[in-house]
């Protein structure tokens, strides 16, 4: 039978008992359609399962929100090649990223029963209960790493948010003066009124021009070609 026939199976048993939320399944479904994601799901329903692997671990560092591929890949590395450790890194990275799953009880399930056949493979028969003990302490130390891993993360995409929360409140710099001409030649046609609306964007402010120019206009507001006003 297929790899993702097993594990369909095994996930619609957990369906089920408990059920699945809509939004959790909608978020796995996009998650899988990613390329990188479907790419490795191809190859662990070729049995190519050791490739398989590599490519969850490709996609889940392009897309370390893809929650599913976490859950895909701990699947494989549990079920196909025993690598229990990592195998319940990533179901623990899975409840993290999607902890209001109802898939909860049969993964932290397959978590126990993943602790149990890691130990039994490097206890002896015979070994001291204290070995035991010391494993499984070993097991809560890392089970600790990841959790402040968790909160790292957590911690690092808040300030993230914040910064651009505070950037997209930040005002828009403010333009650059506008620099005018400190004098003015008088062209046909121009009247103080038309050249302080081309100087000041106001013709209601000539009479700035005029008072600045009094040696040369007196108490007139008429101009002649070609002089020289000052443009205060």
Known sequence: MRFLSVWAGLLLAG??????????????EADQA???????AGKA??????????????????????????????????????DYVR???????????????EKAPMIKERIRRAEQLFAATIIEPGQSAEKVAALKQDVSRLKKVLADVARERDDLRARLAQADAAARRSPDPAPPPVVRPTTYVVEFGDTLTSIAQDMYGDGSRWRDIQVANRSLLGRSDQVKVGQELKIP
């Open 15 to 28: 369906v089920l008992v408990c059920g699945c939320t809509k939004d959790v399944g909608a978020l796995d």
């Open 45 to 82: 329903d070729e049995g190519e399962f050791a490739s398989a692997v590599r490519l969850y671990t490709h996609a889940l560092s392009a897309y370390p929100d893809a929650a599913r591929g976490h859950l895909d890949v701990a699947l494989i590395l549990d079920t196909q090649l025993k």
């Open 34 to 40: 990613i390329p990188l994601l479907e790419k490795a």
């Open 87 to 101: 195998a319940i890194y990533h179901y623990q990275r899975y409840l993290e990223e999607r902890p209001e799953t």
